[in-house]
């Protein structure tokens, strides 16, 4: 099993900043994928940006202002969000995919808001 614990998020103004934390721990063997998705009630869980085989991908309305990166010693994710914007507001859910049989987990998910 593998448990994915994130953190960071919060209530922050537009053009504020947040960190998100993503640390996964358990039988982690070798990671093909690991990357932040969102999700707000009543739509489907969207890509924000993901790591795949060291490279980074990011949906089209975040680039440039958010950046993924990643500690492989520490199996831990990170999500720097810049100029946040109201539509930028949901439940932020960490994703890891493992290499082999393509096992998937998600974390818990944090909530972020941004909102005056």
């Known amino acids: 099993q593998v448990q994915l614990a994130e953190s960071g998020g919060g209530l922050v103004q537009p053009g504020g900043s947040l960190r998100l934390s993503c640390a996964a721990s358990g039988n982690i063997f070798v990671i093909n994928q690991m990357g932040w998705y969102r999700q707000v009630p009543g739509k489907q869980r969207e890509l924000v940006a993901q790591i795949v085989r060291g490279s980074p991908v990011y949906g089209d309305s975040v680039k440039g202002r958010f950046v993924i990166s990643s500690i492989d010693s520490k199996n831990s994710l990170y999500l720097q969000m810049d100029n946040l914007k109201p539509e930028d507001t949901a439940i932020y859910y960490c994703?890891?995919?493992?290499?082999?049989?393509?096992?998937?987990?998600w974390g818990q998910g944090t909530q972020v808001t941004v909102s005056s």
């Open positions: 994703r890891l995919v493992l290499a082999g049989v393509g096992e998937i987990y």
